[in-house]
């Protein structure tokens, strides 16, 4: 079946845009994540869905930064008023009811703050 | 707070050569431990997993871990590599407590196997 869906795959904006990222889950899996990967770092939490509510938002960095989740599937991450530091690739991943900690990761979104 | 070490930022291997790529956490409690794999140009994927049970679990590729809780380690093992095990591999922890869903990562290892 079709797996994890994140749009767009690169993104290059200027400092100072707004951004919008997305993610499309698996069919079914109500747990959805964001985590982001920067050079030469691990993969960083960031956020946590289970159905539409996020339990868990501790990993946002600042309040630049905003995640939703509607009708228990697509997300969307939003970045305000981007910095440089922002650059990074932007993983999505999803997880079913059954599996809950078991993750299944989308391609990721590279962004490139300019 | 929660971390995970992997000791091994860069290996080089030839083929047939045994691989062990270390893992170690910081939390006291009960955790969930995965190893993750990310092929070049793939996404990531899981390759093994332990909840609870046998310490020594077996995953994918003829990749194994051995969760060691006295020295908070979650070390991968594969007894002969081949040029298509190069890769990026990830420690994660998760630690099983209440709603807690995020997984705590290492900073990864990158994996090349000369042919």
């Known amino acids: 079946g079709a797996g994890v869906s994140q749009s767009p795959s690169n993104k290059v904006t200027e400092k100072g845009k707004d951004v919008e990222l997305r993610c499309d889950p698996i069919?079914?899996?109500?747990?959805l994540y964001w985590y982001r990967q920067s050079l030469g770092q691990g993969l960083e939490f960031l956020i946590y869905?289970?159905?539409?509510?996020?339990?868990?938002k501790s990993g946002l960095p600042s309040d630049r930064f905003s995640a939703e989740r509607t009708g228990g599937s697509v997300s969307t991450l939003t970045i305000q008023r981007t910095q440089q530091e922002d650059s990074a690739v932007y993983l999505c991943?999803?997880?079913?009811?059954?599996?809950?900690?078991?993750?299944?990761f989308g391609p990721g979104t590279r962004l490139t703050v300019t | 707070a929660q971390s995970v070490s992997q000791h091994n930022h860069h290996v080089i291997l030839s083929e047939a050569a045994s691989l062990e790529l270390g893992c170690n956490y910081s939390?006291?409690?009960?955790?969930?431990l995965f190893w993750y794999v990310q092929y070049p140009g793939q996404h990531l994927q899981l390759l093994l997993k332990?909840?609870?049970?046998d310490p020594l679990v077996k995953g994918i590729k003829g990749f194994e871990a051995e969760f060691i809780k006295s020295k908070f380690s979650f070390n991968l093992r594969k007894p002969s590599v081949q040029w298509s095990d190069t890769a990026e591999y990830f420690c994660a922890v998760n630690a099983n407590a209440g709603n807690n869903r995020k997984l705590i990562w290492g900073l990864g290892t990158s994996l090349a196997v000369n042919p």
């Open positions: 991943a999803s997880s079913s009811p059954a599996g809950i900690y078991e993750q299944y």
């Open positions: 869905f289970q159905g539409n509510s996020a339990p868990d």
């Open positions: 069919s079914g899996h109500t747990a």
């Open positions: 332990y909840f609870s049970g």
């Open positions: 939390y006291g409690g009960t955790v969930n």
